[in-house]
């Protein structure tokens, strides 16, 4: 049976479309599909109609004759008129013409935002059994244009798991733009946890590694976590920090098996690991806590260490208990961490182990760390031990005299000054700068005089802040100051 001829001649329908009722307009279009490939000249004009029904009526046209239409749509792609540009990309998408994603791509660099994202919608819609087209996306992430790399984000991210290799193979082989290409990895690599897995145990380039280590850490994984704690105790210090950003990314399940593997000597503790502690200290806090308790002294010390730079009160009474180890050097990490906390509970457990230790280096210790939270009598008593003291028990004194002014503390950086220690008189002189009496002045200015240019330098600045504090409220010191300065 012969297929029936239109009634109405291509001009006739066109006006019929333009200027008749929806039925009438709708029967037109209807008719003009049955011309065949001469329809598609026609139907291409109404790409830029000013009515928008029009224009989608056309569009569903043309996809009904896609075998004809396909190389006319592909050559719209470039038309002046925007709107047939954004309605040539919308039809090639809908009719999922694989022939056009090459034209397409280039869109994604157009100056008008809606074919951009129409050209973007479009890509999505096709799909991509051609892998060069992903790459042809891939590039678009080293656009100048943040509007351009955007959309290509976009774009690779509804590929899905097909962009995968290709933009790994982009990351590792080039440093450009990584962070835009593991943005989009974090979002389809799921399914390939395993691969990223091997490279991070095979990998020896660093470069390579940090990448691989950031991937994992934003994929958010906890399967990853057992093979990313091997490398906080890796010989380059940016690995081991980008570890540690990676197990804060993934949670506080890294707590557990970190601390596991810490116990087990699998690995030692870092430095760098305090900002994973303090971000999940509910759960580490505890932890360290119970690592003060173990046979390892390193492990006990770095527990101790931690704890006062988390600060968390529960840490407290553990470390005061601390205090009567019978090792010294966990007894001084204890009394190290007590000092970060202002609290009146440490006070008496901190001033008998000064009073009792015998120890320099923890009265020392000691001493700094009560500097918060003592009150001038307690302080005062302290002082009193100064001309017994070691010397580096009496830095900390003179220190602990200039937060606690008197003419007790006065006497004791005077005779501090005399000292033959360069540290003992240039802390002395910070404490008569602090302290700025009158007898203080006269102290500062036997220093200029009669001391090394080093410490006379610093007692001529010294000298001069008093000087200018005393004179804002209007007190007149000296006469002869310039004679010093």
Not at 328 to 344: D, M, W
């Amino acid at each position: 049976m012969t297929k029936a001829q239109p009634s109405l001649t291509i001009e006739q329908i066109m006006k019929q479309i333009q200027t008749g009722n929806d039925i009438i307009r709708n029967k037109a279009f209807e008719e003009i599909i049955e011309y065949g490939k001469d329809a598609v000249a026609p139907l291409i004009t109404l790409l830029a109609h000013p009515d928008e029904q029009i224009r989608d009526i056309a569009i569903w046209a043309l996809c009904q004759m896609k075998e004809y239409a396909g190389q006319a749509l592909v050559q719209e792609l470039s038309n002046k008129n925007p709107v047939i540009r954004e309605s040539a990309v919308f039809c090639l998408g809908i009719c999922k013409n694989p022939l056009a994603t090459k034209a397409i791509i280039s869109l994604l660099k157009d100056e008008n935002e809606k074919v951009r994202e129409t050209a973007a919608w479009s890509l999505v819609k096709i799909g991509y059994d051609d892998p060069q087209t992903v790459q042809d996306i891939v590039s678009c992430l080293y656009d100048d244009s943040i509007l351009v790399k955007d959309t290509a984000k976009w774009i690779l991210e509804h590929i899905g798991e097909p962009a995968f290799e290709p933009l790994l193979q982009q990351l590792m082989q080039s440093s450009g733009n990584s962070t835009d290409i593991i943005s989009v990895l974090a979002k389809i690599a799921s399914p390939k946890l395993e691969k990223l897995i091997n490279l991070l145990t095979t990998t020896r380039d660093i470069q390579q590694l940090l990448y691989i280590i950031q991937l994992l850490g934003q994929l958010r994984e906890p399967d990853a976590i057992q093979h990313l704690i091997p490398f906080v105790n890796h010989s380059n210090r940016q690995i081991i920090i980008t570890t540690i950003d990676a197990l804060i990314n993934i949670g506080e399940l890294t707590i557990e098996p970190l601390f596991k593997k810490l116990y087990d000597e699998s690995i030692f503790p870092v430095n760098e690991m305090m900002p994973l502690l303090i971000r999940y200290k509910k759960l580490s806090v505890p932890k360290l806590i119970e690592m003060m308790h173990s046979d390892n002294l390193s492990l006990c010390i770095f527990a101790a260490r931690s704890l006062g730079v988390i600060e968390d009160k529960r840490a407290i009474e553990p470390l005061i208990q601390g205090l009567s180890d019978s090792n010294p050097q966990f007894v001084e990490a204890c009394a190290r961490a007590l000092g970060a906390f202002s609290n009146r509970l440490i006070i008496k457990p901190l001033t008998d182990l000064i009073l009792n230790e015998d120890y320099p280096i923890i009265k020392s210790n000691a001493i700094y760390a009560l500097s918060k939270s003592i009150n001038c009598n307690t302080a005062h008593c302290l002082l009193m031990s100064f001309y017994d003291a070691p010397l580096i028990v009496k830095k900390r004194l003179i220190q602990l005299a200039s937060f606690f002014p008197s003419e007790e503390s006065e006497m004791l950086l005077q005779q501090a000054l005399t000292l033959d220690d360069e540290d003992c008189k240039m802390l002395a002189i910070h404490g008569l700068r602090h302290i700025g009496t009158e007898k203080s002045i006269d102290c500062v200015r036997l220093a200029i005089i009669n001391e090394s240019p080093f410490i006379s330098d610093e007692a001529r600045t010294a000298l001069k802040e008093i000087i200018e504090r005393k004179q804002r409220g209007n007190i007149k010191t000296l006469d002869n100051y310039d004679d010093f300065i």
